[in-house]
């Protein structure tokens, strides 16, 4: 289906060149983890913005969802508040069929299925959070724990 959300990867030079002008990025280089940096991209203010999925915790199942913090179920959340603008470039497809393990295909399957569900909330709650830090600069709770669009998408237009 063409509205679909779709996971993706992102390229970690991509990530790390980032994270130098913004705390909010998670740098995932490798570790112990198997777990890769992927997450869902949709389209705002004509640029791709990738959010990242986190695993979903223990901590987790007592969180509220709000406007920025979305429960994949308990397979996964997505933070909105640390989504960046991406060049089509610095994607990963992600091909769930091809996922060898098992158990972490059918959490992606599963995943996939829930982000497409809830995907209109998704995007929506996505405009919510980029407009009010374009409004609020740092000045309320939210735009405070949320990226500074505005930086990171000239930063995304310079990246070569």
């Known amino acids: 289906m063409k509205n679909n959300i779709r996971?993706?990867?992102v390229k970690d030079s991509y990530v790390?060149?980032?994270s130098q002008y913004q705390e909010h990025l998670f740098l995932h280089e490798g570790g112990s983890s198997r777990r890769k940096y992927i997450g869902v991209v949709f389209e705002i203010n004509k640029f791709?913005?990738?959010?990242?999925?986190s695993s979903f915790k223990t901590k987790h199942?007592?969180?509220?969802?709000s406007v920025d913090f979305i429960k994949i179920k308990d397979y996964a959340v997505i933070n909105i508040n640390n989504m960046i603008?991406?060049?089509?470039?610095?994607?990963?497809e992600l091909n769930i069929n091809t996922e060898k393990?098992?158990?972490?295909k059918f959490l992606l399957q599963a995943e996939s299925r829930e982000i497409n569900r809830r995907r209109d909330r998704i995007r929506k709650n996505a405009e919510i959070v980029y407009n009010h830090k374009k409004r609020n600069g740092s000045l309320t709770p939210l735009a405070k724990r949320t990226n500074d669009f505005e930086m990171?998408?000239?930063?995304?237009?310079?990246?070569?």
């Open 7 to 9: 996971i993706y990867g």
């Open 16 to 18: 790390k060149y980032l």
């Open 48 to 53: 791709s913005y990738f959010a990242p999925l």
């Open 61 to 65: 199942k007592k969180m509220k969802e």
């Open 85 to 92: 603008p991406i060049p089509k470039g610095q994607l990963i």
């Open 101 to 104: 393990d098992p158990h972490y």
């Open 152 to 160: 990171l998408e000239k930063l995304s237009r310079d990246f070569s």
